[in-house]
């Protein structure tokens, strides 16, 4: 019998006499042990478990393609293991297809060879060492980099190596930090994947750099943690001024794929000497300030000259996909009034009744407004146009309509009838 080799690989099938029969093979053709799952939500349970190295994936599943599972592994983690696609059919369209969604390879089911899935799965394992190998040489070289290339502000390295070169100088003043982290930043990239969540923190800090600063720098105090400087300066007065300008310009409504929401940053304030002896110290000091600030976003409505804030969200009243997880403004006929319908965050249990009322799916509720709500469900679900919706403790079932779907979010639309 071969000796394991401490590859860890998961395969997707629902077939589990198939699945078996895999893990069988690559057990013992290669040593490699296997962890299986027969859907998408239990490949994300067992990749929240435990670390693979290469996921085999089915094309055909039972209520959703290899292709879109594949899609939704890519969107959901910044670097997931590498692909290998399996399918009975032998489509040249399908693999074409995989290919372009990155997969690493594709081998047919009918008349499968081990040894041709067990090279295919250790040369994707292979490429991406090498391709993650490559990527730490690009960041290490970047790290000497006096321009951070995603956002085009001072790089952390430099920023750190500045700051300690200041705190050698005892014939200077010191400097004083303003850290900024953004809210709810981790919890974009979670539901819309890290791709989105860069080009939400690339866009924010193209805002925040275009305020006034009052003689400091912006640059980063990691990937994405920001941090303005300002050098032979502990002014208290002009710090609060710095930070009122820059939550001026950071706060604004953003778009993520049709869903429009405000996004705030927090702040934290900290001079050197006065809040730590150490360049470290000070950056600590400043970041628990942050930290405390993102627990208070109120605060932003009492500064002064702050301006009228938009409501949280809101959509025009030409996109008919109003789902409560966003608030809806329109016009009257006139187009001189608005209406804004509030929006409010909840985490509450919900039942989806579809099949003529036969089947039952549990969801979460994470938004409802006065016209619809928006829910979570677990795994991928693809609900018809108008079903029943029971939120647990209203004691009652609506009809709704999809309006939207990403990934398993769902905006929904009350209507008029009722169960």
Request: aromatic share 6%; with cysteine.
């Amino acid at each position: 019998m071969t000796n394991t080799d401490g590859t860890r690989v998961a395969i997707v099938d629902d077939d589990p006499i198939f699945a078996e029969h895999i893990s069988s093979l690559l057990r013992q053709h290669a040593g490699m042990n296997a962890v299986t799952a027969s859907n998408g939500s239990q490949l994300f349970k067992r990749l929240d478990e435990t670390d693979v190295e290469c996921i085999v994936l089915d094309y055909e599943l039972q209520g959703e393609t290899g292709l879109s599972l594949g899609h939704a592994i890519r969107n959901k983690f910044e670097n997931p293991p590498p692909i290998v696609m399996l399918t009975g059919a032998g489509s040249e369209r399908t693999a074409a297809k995989a290919f372009r969604m990155g997969f690493a390879d594709y081998v047919p089911k009918r008349n499968l060879h081990a040894e041709e899935l067990v090279w295919a799965i250790k040369t994707a394992i292979t490429s991406q060492r090498e391709e993650i190998a490559a990527h730490s040489e690009t960041e290490r070289l970047r790290a000497q980099q006096r321009v951070d290339s995603l956002t085009g502000l001072a790089s952390a390295s430099f920023v750190t190596a500045r700051l300690h070169e200041l705190a050698a100088n005892h014939n200077g003043e010191g400097f004083s930090l303003l850290a900024i982290t953004m809210r709810q930043l981790d919890e974009y990239r979670i539901e819309f994947g890290h791709k989105i969540g860069e080009k939400i923190f690339r866009d924010f800090a193209s805002r925040i750099s275009n305020a006034n600063l009052h003689g400091g720098y912006l640059g980063h105090l990691d990937a994405h943690k920001l941090v303005c400087v300002i050098e032979h300066v502990c002014d208290d007065m002009l710090l609060k001024e710095i930070e009122r300008e820059l939550r001026i310009a950071g706060t604004a409504n953003i778009d993520v794929n049709g869903i429009v929401t405000s996004l705030a940053p927090a702040f934290g304030r900290a001079h050197f000497m006065l809040h730590g002896g150490t360049v470290e110290e000070t950056i600590s000091h400043a970041l628990d300030a942050a930290q405390q600030d993102e627990a208070t976003p109120q605060q932003i409505d009492d500064m002064p000259n702050a301006g009228a804030r938009q409501p949280e969200t809101h959509r025009p009243e030409n996109d008919r996909r109003g789902d409560g997880a966003q608030d809806h403004q329109g016009e009257d006929r006139r187009g001189s009034q608005r209406r804004v319908e509030q929006r409010f965050r909840v985490l509450k249990r919900g039942k989806i009744t579809v099949n003529g009322l036969h089947s039952t799916i549990d969801c979460l509720v994470r938004n409802i407004s006065q016209s619809g709500v928006r829910i979570q469900v677990d795994g991928y679900f693809a609900p018809p146009v108008r079903f029943q919706l029971e939120i647990v403790g209203d004691g009652r079932r609506r009809w709704v309509e999809k309006r939207w779907q990403t990934g398993n979010d769902i905006g929904l639309q009350y209507v008029e009838e009722e169960a």
